[in-house]
């Protein structure tokens, strides 16, 4: 019963339980804390007693709602002690006797503030994932295919870009529209779930017209079947692509005009100067389609130099790039050889992918990486292909990822979150079922020795009447006896004789005296065992404090315990005269069942427990001695640790002494041991005999684990 006590207060939410009138009973620390008050505080208190009028009437309406409806449950809002609101889930239970009236009532209180608070962000972000995937339908070229290549979803700008109607791409493969890009069915059979491939084709539209797309394609896996699908965000670069034809169009017939040119003019300025001034406008248009892109870009020699950087990357290395980190290299730097000087292995690794690239091993390279920024830890999505011009060349695009690398990281988190509440909250439902088990089985043994009770009453009552009974009989057989012998009728005397002869009537009247005595003390000890019963299941006990004649107390647990102890050992009582004690009696109960338990269990054949009784020095000594086998010296420091026990196992939980100790230390006691093994145990366990006395008041007394 007190283990449920300790998981009770243990338990991270709010407990309480209130008597038949709506006073407080008990209330566990987390509900103390909320309303910031102590258990003495709320003990025998109403709601109204201790807390605002519009607390205290919220929760008497939801304790009158329980008490006339049965257990409910009810979410309130109310204020802790912090003056912060919280919302609140009751749920209320109320308990009543044989005859239906009200005993008592248990309320539990959760905190699902955060668990609302949760809730609202998870609609929030659901809401953001619904717009943004809305603003992708309208806005965005984004595809969903099948492994087959079939489609499964275009979103209207990439229908208006083919020129095909939803209807007529749905179910049709991409393999049939010729929207693949070359060697793309190896680089599908090759990526894993948790990558992606970027790359560029070139289609045809319905009508026959041109158009090129940049996509990035990433792997999904139907939750149902398994079945993978691919999803494809693109980006219309038409426009460039065609600039780019028009522009080596133009460089080309350019170049061979100026190849004309200064064959016949080799030396004449004016050509030159016209000639520079198209390289600058030719320049101008690179950097003007550079500049236009969204994404980092990067422009690398054969020799690894850095040629060119476009506006992005310019803009994040001037206000957030730090020193030793990619984003800090310089054009006409050697960027090859500029990463070899940084510290961190990945740009090592990065630097051999870009060498492979321009000896020819490989066309491409991508990779995810993370450095530090003035604007914090940033993430990047880095592409390097290969580009030829004069020379083999490198082109570099990034992308920043931070944000939905964030929010993903935030999406798990929140799921794990939410996870470990789940399984906590089973562990304290499963908690919570244990201890409404202990519980009931108090209230069952309460319950049959109440009703055993009534029936022992009555007979007890019959049993004097009877003896009344007999005795006036007797008496008044007596008389007739004495007036018979008055009256000179011989054979009237001598068929009483006979009568009383046949009837053995002497020893008939003193054997009802014998028998009567014999069944009423029977019944004194059914009734002892009865309230015994009672007792230890703690209906009828309390637990506050009081003077006690501990010599009561152990007779009282040794008829408790009688049947586990007859065949097994010789109770041997020495007690000298005690004064009462002040003490917590039924809590003692407990210490003194536990050491008559273990003393019976430490005896393997019969052996003798001895009791004897002290007093000295303003306090008591109750010493156990048993015959039995020892505790071996190296487990007695041991020994009142929670859990610890040397039965097998299933014959016992180890907490008995355990709870033991910390009941006496309450009472301000101690407990001292000494064992021989082979030769037995004695237990002696001192307690004074007045308690002391902290700021007016008695120290609670609530047994714990010795530490």
Known sequence: MQLSEDVLCALPFAIWHKDGTLRYVWANPEWQRFLGLTEGDCHGRLDRDMLPRRMADLLEIGDLRAISHGTSSEEITLINHDQMERTLRLHRMPHFDARHQLTGLTIIATDTTYQQLLSQQLEMLMREMDAQRQALHQHALVTITRADGRYLYASEPFCRLTGYAQQELLGSSRHQLDFVPNDFDQRLQTLHFVEAIRFEFHGHAKDGSDFWLQSLLVPMANKGTGERSYFEISTDITSIKQREESLESEVHRRTEELSRMNAVLAMDV????????????????????????????????????????????????????????????????????????????????????????????????????????????????????????????IIITERDVTDAQQNAIAL?????????????????????????????????????????????????????????????????????????????????????????????????????????????????????????????????????????????????????????????ASIIKEYDPLPEVECVISQLNQVFLNMLVNAGHAIE??????????????????????????????????IFDPFFTTKPVGQGTGLGLSLSYGIVQKHHGRIAVNSTPGKGTTFDIWLPILQPIRSGERIDLMPEFPT
Request: proline share 2%.
């Open 270 to 393: 004016d050509v030159r100067e016209q000639v520079e001034a198209d390289l600058r406008h030719q320049h101008a248009l690179v950097q003007s389609m550079l500049a236009s892109l969204t994404e980092e870009i990067l422009l690398l020699s054969g020799k690894g130099l850095l040629l060119q950087t476009n506006l992005p990357w310019d803009n994040f290395a001037g206000q957030a790039a730090v020193d030793q980190t990619l984003h800090a290299a310089v054009a006409g730097d050697n960027f090859i050889d500029y990463l070899r000087s940084l510290s961190h292995p990945l740009y090592h690794a990065l630097a051999d992918r870009l060498q492979d690239i321009l000896a020819g091993a490989i066309n491409s390279h991508e990779m995810r990486y993370s450095e530090a920024s003035r604007q914090g830890e940033r993430h990047f999505a880095l592409t390097a292909s290969a580009w030829i011009g004069e020379e083999r060349g």
């Open 412 to 568: 798990e988190k929140r799921n794990t979150e939410l996870l470990a509440l789940n399984e906590q909250l089973r562990d304290v439902q499963h908690q919570l079922l244990q201890s409404e088990k202990m519980a009931s089985i108090g209230q069952l043994a309460a319950g049959i020795a109440h009703e055993i009770n009534n029936p022992i009453g009555y007979v007890n009552s019959n049993l004097g009447a009877l003896e009344r009974y007999l005795t006036d009989l007797i008496g008044l057989v007596d008389e007739y006896e004495r007036g018979l012998t008055a009256l000179d009728h011989a054979p009237l005397h001598d068929r009483i004789a006979k009568a009383r002869r046949a009837i053995d009537y002497e020893f008939m009247r003193t054997d009802i005296d014998a028998l009567l005595s014999e069944s009423k003390e029977g019944i004194s000890r059914v009734k002892r065992i009865v309230q015994d019963l009672k007792d230890f299941s703690r209906v009828d006990s309390t637990q506050e404090w009081g003077m006690a004649d501990l010599h009561a107390a152990i007779d009282s647990t040794l008829n408790i315990v009688n049947n586990e102890l007859k065949y097994k």
């Open 605 to 638: 054949h019969h052996g003798c427990i001895t009791i004897r009784t002290r007093h000295d020095d303003g306090q008591v000594c109750i010493s156990f001695i048993d015959t039995g086998k020892g505790i071996p010296a190296e487990l007695l420091n041991r």
